[in-house]
């Protein structure tokens, strides 16, 4: 029984041997282009002296200076609004809570308020 099996084993390798042959090698094919030599090299001399665009650190150049499409006192007066204007990222924006305008002057409403804070009585 064992020489079967190395009767059998020997057969099927020496099918996997012959079977598994590989490709004759060639030798080196010669190189077909296009391209005149003088072509080639004019590009090469081209590519050698630009800027390299796989180099690292080449997108941290610094960038050309943008043209806005607006004037900067608009854009100024724009920010200075939306600095003055309510927080929309505050919790409870647009929650109805609004903002009036008083007639009645900062000074006044300090002084009632130091008033009302050491316990005085207001006299309106």
Not at 10 to 24: D, N, P, R
Not at 34 to 62: C, H, I, L, M, T
């Amino acid at each position: 029984m064992n020489t079967s099996k190395i009767i059998a084993a020997a057969a099927v390798s020496l099918l996997a041997a012959f079977g598994a042959q590989a490709e004759t090698y060639e030798g080196v094919h010669a190189p077909v282009s296009a391209n005149a030599r003088a072509d080639v090299r004019s590009q090469a001399v081209v590519a050698a002296r630009s800027e390299n665009p796989y180099a690292e650190g080449v997108s941290s150049r610094v960038a050309p200076a943008l043209v806005a499409s607006t004037d900067r006192a608009s854009v100024r007066n724009e920010a200075v609004a939306a600095a003055h204007s309510a927080d929309r990222f505050a919790d409870g924006y647009g929650q109805g809570v609004t903002t009036l305008n008083s007639t009645i002057d900062r000074a006044t409403v300090r002084a009632e308020a130091r008033a009302a804070a050491r316990g005085q009585q207001l006299a309106l």
